[in-house]
């Protein structure tokens, strides 16, 4: 049984930091590249940031230079360090892992960024 499970939401100042946790079970973690979305009030899940197994990134227009996705292969851990954090930041953050044929999502976490 696949699980994501998310941690290190909160609510932080606009200009603030947090760094998101994500631990995953159940499948070949190091063989997988690993994603966040978020999906703030109204409006469409977005994907955020993407690391592959070999350990290259991508990042939407966005969040380029502010936020910094990395793994962690032996805790099966995938981390979102999100630092310069803006009002438009405000989201449940998703981690996620999947292929063609199947996807799993964890529970999500709120950001919440104060003006």
């Known amino acids: 049984q696949v699980q994501l499970v998310e941690s290190g939401g909160g609510l932080v100042q606009a200009g603030g930091s947090l760094r998101l946790s994500c631990a995953a079970s159940?499948?070949?973690?190091?063989?997988?590249?690993m994603d966040w979305y978020r999906q703030a009030p109204g409006k469409q899940r977005e994907l955020v940031a993407v690391?592959?197994?070999?350990?290259?990134?991508n990042y939407a227009d966005s969040v380029k230079g502010r936020f910094t996705i990395s793994r962690d292969n032996a805790k099966k851990t995938v981390y979102l360090q999100m630092n310069s954090l803006k009002p438009e930041d405000t989201a449940v953050y998703y981690c996620?892992?999947?292929?063609?044929?199947?996807?799993?999502w964890g529970q999500g976490t709120q950001v919440t960024v104060s003006s």
């Open positions: 996620h892992v999947g292929s063609t044929w199947w996807n799993y």
């Open positions: 690391i592959t197994s070999g350990g290259n990134t």
């Open positions: 159940g499948i070949i973690f190091s063989a997988n590249a």
